[in-house]
Structure formats: structure tokens, C-alpha cells
């Protein structure tokens, strides 16, 4: 009954995908509105109110139930409208239900997470005295000033493991603070050491903050192929040569 479910309702299942079953339209129309008939959702509310109002009218006399069927006709207008890109839907499904469905962001940097990292949010703490490298995306960032005046940055990335949240310092903020945008696709190298005065408590203390969608360009020297003996043969050398 859709007088039961409220408008929010369905404006969150919308952006979470609930409809995208029906291949027709796509989430932003559901919410888009160009005029002051209001978004897809609004007239389909009132739609079927008219229709359940149509069918109550209808057991009540002839002509009403020749109207009736006319409303089920007369289904309201969808405006044209760009889709959402895939980040911007998979942040709203993060928004409105807590994590991704549809995907994740950083499926576009797979082979870069997995030839050039060596540990992810969740066990970079087992690297206890070494120099790690992760990646994934800054969903917070922050520009604090510590009790002698000296900026300082706190961010938090997230990768397909979980999130973890590190600080900038020093000579390392300022040269990575231009890299503290949230969204932002980053490649993080750095030291995991005891925390100053904490023994035994250990921390990520970040170097160097790079752009992922260049780490592929910068650290790629080779590439390495397996092959199984009996597919060789010449047209495969010659296509592996073009």
C-alpha cells in the first residue's frame, strides 16, 4: 500500500538500488525533479492514490469504473536526467545503508592493490619495524593545529578490509597536505613504529602520499606472464609481440 510507506522511504530505496530491477529507469530519475510536479517518487505516490480511489469509486457505479480504467492509462511523466557515475552511487548506497552494494570504489584499482601494496588497513599493525605500503580512498580528512601553533592532519582511509585512521606531522604534513582530500584515490607509504612514549603501541607514521591512478605508471618495471606449454604456438607469440 503506498499510502503506508512515507516518501523518505522510498527515496532511500532508490538510492540504495531497490530499483533498479526495472530497466527503464535509473536511480537519479526516481528523485529528480524539474518542475513543481516534484520527483518520479512524488507523482507515483499520488498516482496511486488516484488509482486506489479510482477502484473504491468503481464498485460504486458504471461511469466510475470507465473512468477508472482511463487513470490506469495516464501514468506520469518521467523527465530525462543524467545518471549518477558509479562513485557517486556507490557514496549514496554507503550514505543510506551503511556499506557498498552495487561494487566498490576502488574495484578500478584492484591490480594496483594487489602488486603494489604490501599489507591492508586491517594487518598493517603485524608490520611491526617495517616500511609498508597501502592504498585506498580518504573518506575523512582533517587540518588541526597543535598547542605550539604547528599544523598537523588527520585523515582516514578505507580499503576492502576496513578503515583506518592516520596523522600527518611535521615535515611529512607539509608535504602531503595537498593529498588530504576526501575522495581522493591515495597510495600511502610509511613506517609502522611505537607510538612516541607508548611502548609496545604501535602505529602507521605515513611518508609519502601518492595518487593511485599513478602508481601503476611509476612502479611497473615488467611483467610477468605464465603460460601452460601446450597453448603455445605461433599466432599466440604474435599476439603476445603486438
Known amino acids: 500500500n503506498l499510502r503506508a510507506v512515507n516518501k523518505k522511504t522510498f527515496e532511500s530505496l532508490a538510492m540504495a538500488g531497490a530499483f533498479d ?12 525533479a524539474e518542475d513543481k510536479a516534484g520527483s518520479l517518487i512524488e507523482k507515483a505516490i499520488r498516482y496511486g492514490q488516484q488509482l486506489q480511489q479510482e477502484r473504491n469509486s468503481a464498485q460504486q457505479s458504471l461511469f466510475a469504473n470507465l473512468d477508472a480504467q482511463d487513470a490506469y492509462n495516464t ?20 550514505e543510506v545503508v551503511g556499506f557498498y552494494i552495487s561494487g566498490h570504489p ?20 603485524t608490520h611491526r619495524g617495517k616500511e609498508v605500503s597501502l592504498a585506498g580512498i580518504i573518506t575523512e580528512a582533517k587540518t588541526r593545529q597543535s598547542k605550539h601553533g604547528k599544523p598537523f592532519g588527520l585523515f582516514s582511509i578505507e580499503d576492502y578490509e576496513g578503515t583506518l585512521d592516520l596523522a600527518l ?39 609519502k602520499i ?33
Open 169 to 207: 606531522f611535521g615535515e611529512d604534513f607539509l608535504k602531503n597536505q595537498h593529498m588530504l582530500q576526501e575522495g581522493t584515490f591515495v597510495y600511502v607509504t610509511g613506517n609502522v613504529v611505537e607510538r612516541y612514549n607508548q611502548e609496545d603501541v604501535w602505529e602507521l607514521r605515513p611518508k
Open 106 to 125: 576502488l574495484d578500478h584499482y584492484r591490480v594496483e592493490l594487489e602488486s603494489f601494496c604490501s599489507c591492508h588497513t586491517q594487518n598493517v599493525l
Open 21 to 32: 530491477t526495472f530497466p527503464h529507469y535509473h536511480r537519479r530519475q526516481y528523485l529528480h
Open 210 to 242: 601518492t595518487l593511485l591512478s599513478e602508481i601503476r605508471d611509476k612502479l611497473s618495471k615488467n611483467l610477468h606472464l605464465q603460460l601452460a606449454l601446450h597453448t603455445l604456438n605461433e599466432d599466440l607469440i604474435n599476439q603476445l609481440h603486438q
Open 75 to 94: 501514468r506520469p511523466d518521467v523527465p530525462p536526467c543524467t545518471p549518477y557515475d558509479e562513485l557517486e552511487k556507490l557514496k549514496i548506497e554507503k
